[in-house]
């Protein structure tokens, strides 16, 4: 299968726990195959086996807590 890499940036994480929050939700999602969270940035970069959509994306970090701004 083809992987894919999506990046995404994510506000409102302060630490680890935030990370670890946003990691689960978002590796739950259709196609995620690993999730890799960079805290001082934001950047959530994805590996999927497809497309990640962005609104399910967006919905799994908004469950965590944290909001997606691109
Ligand atoms: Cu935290």
């Known amino acids: ?3 894919t890499t999506t990046t ?3 506000t409102g994480m302060t ?3 935030c990370v670890a929050a ?3 939700e978002v590796t739950k999602l259709d196609n995620v195959t690993s999730v890799e969270i960079d805290l001082a940035s934001g950047a959530v970069t994805v ?3 497809g ?3 962005s609104a399910a994306f967006a919905a799994a970090v908004d469950e965590a ?3 997606v701004t691109s």
């Open 22 to 24: 946003v990691t689960e």
């Open 1 to 3: 299968m083809n992987s």
């Open 51 to 53: 497309p990640v959509d």
């Open 47 to 49: 590996q999927s086996d």
């Open 15 to 17: 630490c680890g726990h």
């Open 65 to 67: 807590g944290y909001e």
């Open 8 to 10: 995404f940036t994510v």
